[in-house]
């Protein structure tokens, strides 16, 4: 049907990272900036983390978590102080010399993540058990001076959330670390349609500073794995590092226990590719800025814009995201606007419809088209979101299990990684088997996931004792 | 009464900066960073900002304004393109000359306001008349590295919303400098209890690059002005400095007319400021992130606890922001404690209101106590909130109007401003004059009001014709 076809942007098999970049231009979600690696959110990918903001927001308030604002940069001597967290951020961080045209004597360095000026306010707010937990969180964007970029994907600058919190016991820290990756992982059922895979990261891949790193993996249609989320259990590092002391229960002075837990602008990455097609962007209907699109069909012929200004004012009363488009383009062209911008389900309406008492739905994510009566298109509408998101959901986790693949030797290795997606083996859990994989294959390890039953004795790659199950995949 | 005194903030008489600071810190509203001049938003003082960004998200969405996000770093080159602008603000960036280890060709300016930005990116997506208005708005935090700062008044880092419009006529982009205006204006009005006086800048006092700026302008109880937030009209320049074009309506390619505007975290200092005492925080009902707390008198009596329960309970069902303290501090203790956070309403209810079915309600604003039937506490505390909004609004409008003091001579001029507040002058027009009264008095021309209606015939400095009515006062 040529109402579906749009030409503009390149196929998925003919280069999918081309689809890809076109997809974010086109549907007019980014822009480049003047500065390398640096994007600009324009209105339409902006509105789509808003929404990804309000159900974070929500889920990180019923918790009991707060949000601040800590300052964009952090003096070079202060980085310093935890060691392993300025080696692993040193190399990309962005620093500022100058300041009201003079020299500074402590440089700036431009807030790579904020673990630093997080723990060293919780040092001075922090005294007894009573104050804690302690837990905040801060909506912002952060510098990671990048050489390759790509949209979304890996940027120099990205938005994104950081929660930082501070806990009596151990316990309640690792259960924060644990709890805030359920919510992330709900985010992905719920508003994202997007699956992820659970685990823990391996000590080569987890977090700089951290004693253990979390995370939520997601899959791509290319076969790649995308980290999209982490929590982090710090221990008491940092808090040592930075004087951070309460006095316990037991009137004795004692470190509080550290988590940090993030998720960004990564996250439009993962829905663009786990639901895009050759005709752009394909969003799940709870996460669409734009819910339901208003076609009139032979607008100019009288009754048709009153009719469908009707319908807009319905679907709007009924609490839909809803917009109507009665700009002098061609229906064909808005049919291929709207498919690019990925809006899921477009309801039109022409004279004969109006004469018939029906409109047209038509279902972005699998272009099926309905006819239903006047009076029944909001029921039908509130019946539909439901349904699409459960169908993009299901699809997604069925490519997503479909690629995760059972390998016993270094040839199913290969073979798995060559297919796509995860290949799941037993591993001895030595950073030199890792490397050989890397070095090998390009891949890494992308988390051990929750589910640890075993399945081999030894690892393949050394022939030593297996003791971890581990998802290896190449990655974004 | 023992209850509602405080004894750990500078009381005003006694030095008015001193106990702002003191608020400032013990609501725990900010706190100082490690890098002088930038502060940590706390909770409740983020909590403040987010009712401010709610109730402008509301308003900039319904009148057709879109969210969008820039780079926070602008490239040195590219911010020289509009030459006045770059000369205002060059003194006070900051500059990253680094990243990824090595020394920057261009260097970066960390974002002091996004003009540039926006200018350079509406270049690329405006070609068309019909491409027109272009209304985006970015909420983020931007650099200028100040000498003296201030929490809130005067940082170098701060947090704010930038407008940044585009039309196709001059007219058009004129009436959006002044809608903005007006929406500030009724920020004011209905969320802040903070009235202002609306006008424009004089040349001297306009934004760096802009045609004619707009303010709106609050009186503090010491008699200094604090301008509140601004509107720019940029005519053409910024558009001709970074070639956009659009085709118009006539087919002939044409420069379109520009506007930005903002407020930002300043408007926490005027908060605090008009309407604190020397118990705290003062807080008005609408922007106050609580806005009763529930606290129970001897609440280890049987039944306390449960009633209070009930009450928040019952608050939160209304839809009202609402805590409770069941902690094991003393009543007087969180008497004094929710005093200096300037929550408005204090509910009390012990054994003895339990028994007579009533509870105390205590208003913070003007210390006044209540007993009302406990089934008439929701539908009165919904009767009251109102009424405090307007008492708080009416009691700084009085104290405004009675600061407005027109003066014919230098002698009057300098009379109203050792009294405080604004000066009402009629002025020549030359920069020369306004020089001259600051050098003089230290008071700068906050604006010229939108009430222009003449009363001399002369400037009182000069003694030349007379032009215009323009308000003096000793600013922030």
């Known amino acids: 049907m040529a109402d579906f076809k749009n030409d503009s942007i390149t196929r998925q098999e003919d280069d999918f990272a081309q689809w890809y970049t076109d997809v974010c231009r086109k549907a007019e979600l980014m822009d480049y900036s003047s500065v390398k690696g640096f994007i600009i959110y ?51 961080t962005l620093i500022a010399t100058i300041g009201g045209q003079n020299e500074l004597d402590d440089r700036l360095i431009i807030r790579p993540t904020s673990e630093v000026l997080f723990t060293e306010h919780y040092a001075k707010v922090i005294s007894s058990y009573r104050d804690l937990p302690k837990l905040y969180n801060q909506w912002c964007s952060v510098i990671r001076w990048e050489k390759t970029t790509r949209p979304f994907l890996r940027g120099s600058e990205f938005l994104w959330q950081e929660g930082h919190t501070m806990h009596e016991t151990e316990e309640e820290a690792r259960t924060e ?91 439009l990455g993962a829905i663009i590719m786990v639901h895009g097609d050759d005709n752009g962007l394909v969003l799940p209907p709870y996460v669409a800025p734009i819910q339901v699109v208003v076609i009139p069909i032979a607008q100019q012929k009288p009754g048709v814009i009153p009719a469908a200004r009707e319908v807009y004012k319905d679907l709007a009363d009924a609490g839909l995201r809803v ?49 239903v009566k006047r009076e029944e298109l909001v029921e039908t509408i509130n019946r539909l979101i439901p349904e699409i998101h459960k169908e993009m959901y299901e699809k997604a986790l069925k490519y997503l299990l479909e690629h995760v693949t059972e390998v016993h030797s270094v040839e199913e290795l290969n073979a798995a990684l060559e297919k796509g997606g995860y290949a799941k083996m037993m591993w001895c859990g030595e950073q030199a088997c890792e490397d050989k994989v890397k070095e090998m294959f390009q891949a890494t390890a992308r988390c051990m996931p929750f589910n640890q039953i075993a399945f081999d004795e030894t690892c393949p790659i050394c022939g030593k004792k297996a003791k971890k199950v581990v998802l290896f995949a190449k990655a974004y």
Chains 1, 2 share one sequence.
Do not use: C
Not at 251 to 256: A, E, F, I, V
Not at 348 to 366: F, Q, W
């Open 177 to 267: 670390t644990l709890k805030m990756l359920e919510i992330y992982d709900d985010l992905g059922r719920d508003l994202l349609a997007v699956p992820f895979v659970k685990g823990r990261k391996t000590d080569k891949e987890k977090f700089a500073g951290a004693e253990e790193t979390y995370s939520i993996e997601a899959l791509m249609p290319d076969g790649k794995g995308l980290q999209s989320g982490t929590t982090h259990y710090f221990g008491t590092g940092f808090a040592k590092a930075f004087g951070v002391q309460f006095q316990g229960r037991d009137g004795k002075l004692t470190n509080p226990h550290q988590t940090s837990w993030g998720v960004s602008t990564r996250l």
């Open 323 to 371: 917009k109507i488009d009665e700009s002098d383009k061609t229906a064909g062209w808005k049919f291929s606007e709207y498919e690019m911008k990925g809006i899921p389900l477009r309801v039109e309406l022409g004279p004969r419809d109006i004469e018939n008492g029906v409109v047209t739905i038509a279902k972005r994510h699998n272009g099926e088209k309905i006819s």
């Open 42 to 92: 324009r209105p339409y990918g902006y509105a789509i983390w808003e929404q990804i903001q309000e159900y974070l927001n929500k889920r990180f308030k019923a918790t009991g978590h707060e949000n601040v604002y800590m300052p964009m940069v952090i003096p070079e001597s202060l980085f310093q102080k935890e060691k392993d967290h300025i080696s692993g951020f040193a190399p990309e």
